[in-house]
C-alpha cells in the first residue's frame, strides 16, 4: 500500500510531508463503557465518521443472525431499485407453495396466493414487521428463488467488504447455521445501507407502524422514538441466535452504528442499546476535519489525461475524542499507486486513516472526486515534458 501522512491543519502545503500529528497537551481517559453492555456477548459501537470503534467485544466472532438477515435483503433490494432495475410500484406474486410453507410462520404480513403485495408493501413488511413471508415472497419474485437471491446476497456482502459472514436465507429462519454474520460485518453494512441508499433507508428504516390490507405491523426497535436521533435498523431473535440489535442514531453531525448479539433476553438487550447509543454521544465528541466531498488528499496517476485525481470523502470526516480531552490525532491516506485510468467519480480508491491515541485506528472511504481518461497523444506528451522538468 503506498501511502503518504498529513496533518489536516496543513494538508495544502507540501505534498513531500510525511508524517504529522493534530495535538493538544490535555489527554483525558478512554471512557468506560456503560455496565448495561456487560451481560451481552457480542458488541461493537462505531463512529461512522471516523471509522473508529468505540467499544467492542468479539466483533469479528460469526453469530446467527436471526431477523437481522433481513437487513442484506433490503440492502440488495436498494441497490437494485436506485440502479434501476426494480420499482417500489412493481407488484410481486405470491407462490401457492410460498404461501402454505410461510402463512403466519413467525413474523407474518399473511400473505395468501390471492394476493400481489408491491416491493414497497414487502420492503416495509421486512423492515418494520419483520416479515418472514415477505422476504421470501420479494426473493422469489425478483430473482426467482431463494438461493438466487441469496446468491445476491453474499455478492453484495462482497461488494462492501464482508468478510466473515454469509447468507443461505433471505429472512433468517434458522437453517442448521448456514447463515451466519460478525459484528463487524453488519456495521460495514449498516454504513452502506445509509450512505449509498440514503432516501430508501429513511423510507423504510425507523418506521414504527405500517398498514398492510387490515393487519398492522408494528417495529420492536427499541431505540426508535426514545433514544434521540435513532432511526433503525433492525432486531432478531430466535431460540438458537438469542435477541439481536443492528441499531443506529444520528445527532450533532455524528452517526453511530451498533451490533448487539446474542443477549439472553430482550429487556437486557433493549437496556443495553439505549444506554450504549447515549454513552456514545455523551462520552465522545467529534473534532471536524474534512467537509463531505472536500478534498483529502491527491492521488497519483497513470497514464491518464489529467497527473492526478482529488480524493473526497462521501461523508463529514472527524476524529473522535473523549469527551474533554486533546489527544493527538494523525492521519494517513492509503491507496494502491499510482492508479491507473481511467478512473470515474465516485469510485472508491483509497481510505483515510485517523489515529487517536488509546484507540485503534479508524478508516474512512475515500473516492475519486472527479473522472479521469485515459491519455491521448497530446496528454502523454504534456505529461512527460513535466515530468522530465520536474
Avoid at 453492555?37 to 466472532?61: E, K, T, Y
Avoid at 426497535?221 to 431460540?239: F, L, N, S
Avoid at 448487539?260 to 454521544?281: H, M, Q, T
Wanted: with cysteine.
Amino acid at each position: 500500500m503506498k501511502s503518504c501522512l498529513k496533518s489536516a491543519l496543513s494538508l495544502a502545503a507540501s505534498a513531500s510531508l510525511v508524517a504529522a500529528t493534530i495535538s493538544s497537551p490535555v489527554q483525558a481517559a478512554i471512557p468506560a463503557p456503560p455496565p448495561e453492555l456487560a451481560p451481552i456477548p457480542v458488541s461493537i459501537l462505531v463512529d461512522i465518521g471516523s471509522g473508529q470503534v468505540l467499544v467492542q467485544r468479539r466483533p469479528n466472532v460469526p453469530f446467527l443472525p436471526a431477523s437481522v438477515t433481513k437487513v442484506m435483503t433490503a440492502f440488495v433490494a436498494f441497490e437494485e431499485i436506485d440502479a434501476g432495475r426494480l420499482s417500489l410500484d412493481r407488484r410481486m406474486p405470491v407462490r401457492p407453495e410460498t404461501a402454505k410453507e410461510w402463512f403466519a410462520k413467525g413474523t407474518s404480513m399473511y400473505l395468501t396466493e390471492k394476493d400481489q403485495p408491491t416491493v414497497r408493501d414487502l420492503l416495509h413488511g421486512v423492515m418494520t414487521a419483520s416479515s418472514n413471508d415477505g422476504a421470501v415472497v420479494l426473493a422469489e419474485g425478483y430473482a426467482g428463488s431463494v438461493a438466487a437471491w441469496a446468491d445476491m446476497m453474499n455478492a453484495a456482502a462482497r461488494r462492501i467488504g464482508m468478510t466473515g459472514s454469509r447468507y443461505h436465507t433471505p429472512n433468517g429462519w434458522m437453517d442448521d447455521g448456514q447463515t451466519y454474520i460478525t459484528a463487524s460485518d453488519m456495521v460495514k453494512l449498516a454504513d452502506a445501507m445509509i450512505t449509498r441508499h440514503p432516501q430508501l433507508y429513511h423510507e423504510f428504516s425507523g418506521v414504527k407502524r405500517y398498514m398492510w390490507r387490515d393487519v398492522a405491523m408494528r417495529s420492536h426497535d427499541p431505540t426508535v422514538g426514545v433514544v434521540p436521533g435513532a432511526d433503525g435498523i433492525k432486531t432478531g431473535y430466535t431460540r438458537e441466535a438469542g435477541y439481536n440489535f443492528l441499531g443506529t442514531a444520528e445527532r450533532g453531525g455524528r452517526r453511530l452504528v451498533m451490533m448487539l448479539a446474542a443477549s439472553p433476553k430482550p429487556k437486557v438487550r433493549d437496556d443495553a442499546a439505549k444506554a450504549l447509543l447515549e454513552w456514545g454521544f455523551s462520552a465522545w465528541e467529534a473534532r471536524h476535519l474534512f467537509d463531505q466531498g472536500q478534498p483529502v488528499s491527491q492521488a497519483k496517476v497513470q497514464g491518464g489525461d489529467a497527473r492526478s485525481v482529488p480524493l473526497v470523502a462521501n461523508r463529514e470526516v472527524h476524529a473522535t475524542l473523549p469527551k474533554g480531552g486533546h489527544e493527538k490525532v494523525a492521519l494517513a491516506v492509503h491507496y494502491r499507486g499510482p492508479l491507473v485510468a481511467p478512473i470515474r467519480k465516485g469510485d472508491q480508491v483509497g481510505e483515510l486513516e485517523i489515529k487517536v491515541e488509546g484507540l485503534a485506528p479508524g478508516r474512512v472511504p475515500l473516492y475519486a472526486g472527479k473522472d479521469v481518461g485515459v491519455a491521448g497523444p497530446l496528454d502523454r506528451l504534456m505529461n512527460g515534458l513535466i515530468s522530465f522538468f520536474a
